[in-house]
C-alpha cells in the first residue's frame, strides 16, 4: 500500500458499526452504520487495500436465532463500503483467512461448511464441508497445506486439506473450545479451552492432544488466541477474566494484565498489543517488550475486532 496514509479500522460489534480511527490519536474519523445484526471479525489485505467484516446475526456462538449471510468489502483508501457479498445458501458466516492461493476462506456456523471467496469476482465459488455446526474460528497452517477450526461444543478440531479443499478428520479435546491460533512451524496447534483457563497443545503431526497449558493468574476460561506477526509472542485474551495473556513461544512463561471488560480480538503494532473489549467500549494499550498496561482509550461501544493498515 505504497502513498497511502496508515490507518486504524475496528470492527464495533456493539454498536453494529464500522469505525476508522486515527492511528496516533485514536479519536474515531469515520464510522459507518446501517449494518444488520451484527459486525464480526476482521480481515485485512494490506496488498490491495481492501477489508472484509462479517455480518454473522444478531446473536452468539450457540444463541444465533437469526443468522446472516453477508460479507462486507471496505476500501481503506478511501474508508467507505463498496461491496457486500451474498454468501446464501451458506449462513452465519464468522472468522475469515487469507489463503495461499489468494481466496478467503470463511467459517458459515450453521452451514457446517468452510465458504471459499474469490475476491476478484466477490463471489463465493466453492464450499468445504467442516464437519460440525459449531465450527466458530479457524486457521491456515503457514505452508497453505491445512486448514483447521475449533468446533466449540463438539470439543473437537477439523482437520482439512487446503489444496484439496477436502476435510481429513477431526482431532477431540478433552472439553469444548473458544479459540484457535497455529505456531510458525506448523507443528502446534494452540486451541483455547472453554470450560477452564487452559490452552490444549495439539501435535499437528499426531493428530492429537500433546499437552495442556494452565493460564496462570487467570480465574476463568479464555476466548481468543494471536501470534504476533513475527510469532516472538503469543497472546489470549479472556473474556470472562478480563484479561490479555501474554505466552512465549515455549510455553515456559506467561504474564496476564488487567484490561478492560470483556476483552476479545487483538492487533499488534511494533511493540504495543492493541486489545479491543466489547464490554465497556474500550481499546488498552499493551507495552509487549515490559509486559504492562500503557493506555487505554475509547473506541464506539463495544469492538471486537481491530486492525492497522
Given at each position: 500500500?505504497?502513498?497511502?496514509?496508515?490507518?486504524?479500522?475496528?470492527?464495533?460489534?456493539?454498536?453494529?458499526?464500522?469505525?476508522?480511527?486515527?492511528?496516533?490519536?485514536?479519536?474515531?474519523?469515520?464510522?459507518?452504520?446501517?449494518?444488520?445484526?451484527?459486525?464480526?471479525?476482521?480481515?485485512?489485505?494490506?496488498?490491495?487495500?481492501?477489508?472484509?467484516?462479517?455480518?454473522?446475526?444478531?446473536?452468539?456462538?450457540?444463541?444465533?436465532?437469526?443468522?446472516?449471510?453477508?460479507?462486507?468489502?471496505?476500501?481503506?483508501?478511501?474508508?467507505?463500503?463498496?461491496?457486500?457479498?451474498?454468501?446464501?445458501?451458506?449462513?452465519?458466516?464468522?472468522?475469515?483467512?487469507?489463503?495461499?492461493?489468494?481466496?478467503?476462506?470463511?467459517?458459515?456456523?450453521?452451514?457446517?461448511?468452510?465458504?471459499?471467496?474469490?475476491?476478484?469476482?466477490?463471489?463465493?465459488?466453492?464450499?468445504?464441508?467442516?464437519?460440525?455446526?459449531?465450527?466458530?474460528?479457524?486457521?491456515?497452517?503457514?505452508?497453505?497445506?491445512?486448514?483447521?477450526?475449533?468446533?466449540?461444543?463438539?470439543?473437537?478440531?477439523?482437520?482439512?486439506?487446503?489444496?484439496?479443499?477436502?476435510?481429513?478428520?477431526?482431532?477431540?479435546?478433552?472439553?469444548?473450545?473458544?479459540?484457535?491460533?497455529?505456531s510458525a512451524d506448523g507443528?502446534?496447534?494452540?486451541?483455547?479451552?472453554?470450560?477452564?483457563?487452559?490452552?490444549?497443545?495439539?501435535?499437528?503431526?499426531?493428530?492429537?492432544?500433546?499437552?495442556?497449558?494452565?493460564?496462570?493468574?487467570?480465574?476463568?476460561?479464555?476466548?481468543?488466541?494471536?501470534?504476533?506477526?513475527?510469532?516472538?509472542?503469543?497472546?489470549?485474551?479472556?473474556?470472562?477474566?478480563?484479561?490479555?495473556?501474554?505466552?512465549?513461544?515455549?510455553?515456559?512463561?506467561?504474564?496476564?494484565?488487567?484490561?478492560?471488560?470483556?476483552?476479545?480480538?487483538?492487533?499488534?503494532?511494533?511493540?504495543?498489543?492493541?486489545?479491543?473489549?466489547?464490554?465497556?467500549g474500550s481499546?488498552?494499550?499493551?507495552?509487549?517488550?515490559?509486559?504492562?498496561?500503557?493506555?487505554?482509550?475509547?473506541?464506539?461501544?463495544?469492538?471486537?475486532?481491530?486492525?492497522?493498515?
Open positions: 500500500m505504497a502513498n497511502v496514509e496508515h490507518g486504524m479500522i475496528a470492527v464495533d460489534k456493539m454498536g453494529a458499526k464500522v469505525l476508522f480511527l486515527n492511528p496516533a490519536t485514536y479519536e474515531t474519523e469515520v464510522a459507518i452504520d446501517g449494518f444488520p445484526k451484527t459486525v464480526h471479525e476482521l480481515l485485512i489485505v494490506p496488498e490491495t487495500a481492501m477489508a472484509y467484516v462479517p455480518i454473522y446475526g444478531d446473536g452468539i456462538h450457540g444463541r444465533n436465532p437469526n443468522p446472516q449471510h453477508l460479507l462486507c468489502v471496505f476500501d481503506l483508501r478511501q474508508r467507505t463500503l463498496v461491496a457486500t457479498i451474498d454468501l446464501l445458501p451458506y449462513i452465519a458466516p464468522h472468522t475469515l483467512k487469507l489463503g495461499p492461493d489468494g481466496f478467503i476462506y470463511i467459517t458459515c456456523e450453521n452451514s457446517a461448511v468452510v465458504a471459499v471467496i474469490d475476491r476478484a469476482r466477490n463471489k463465493v465459488v466453492e464450499a468445504i464441508d467442516s464437519g460440525s455446526t459449531n465450527g466458530h474460528r479457524l486457521i491456515i497452517s503457514p505452508d497453505g497445506r491445512r486448514l483447521y477450526t475449533e468446533n466449540e461444543e463438539d470439543g473437537t478440531v477439523s482437520v482439512i486439506d487446503l489444496p484439496s479443499r477436502k476435510l481429513l478428520g477431526k482431532i477431540k479435546t478433552p472439553r469444548p473450545l473458544a479459540g484457535i491460533a497455529i507443528r502446534t496447534v494452540v486451541a483455547v479451552d472453554d470450560a477452564q483457563p487452559t490452552l490444549f497443545l495439539i501435535d499437528t503431526e499426531a493428530g492429537k492432544v500433546r499437552d495442556e497449558v494452565v493460564l496462570k493468574d487467570v480465574p476463568k476460561p479464555a476466548q481468543i488466541a494471536r501470534y504476533a506477526p513475527d510469532n516472538s509472542l503469543l497472546a489470549v485474551t479472556s473474556v470472562h477474566s478480563d484479561t490479555v495473556s501474554l505466552i512465549d513461544p515455549t510455553f515456559r512463561e506467561q504474564t496476564a494484565i488487567k484490561v478492560g471488560s470483556q476483552p476479545m480480538d487483538m492487533a499488534f503494532r511494533a511493540g504495543e498489543l492493541f486489545v479491543a473489549c466489547q464490554g465497556d481499546v488498552h494499550v499493551i507495552d509487549i517488550a515490559n509486559r504492562r498496561h500503557k493506555q487505554s482509550f475509547q473506541a464506539g461501544t463495544g469492538c471486537e475486532s481491530l486492525g492497522f493498515f
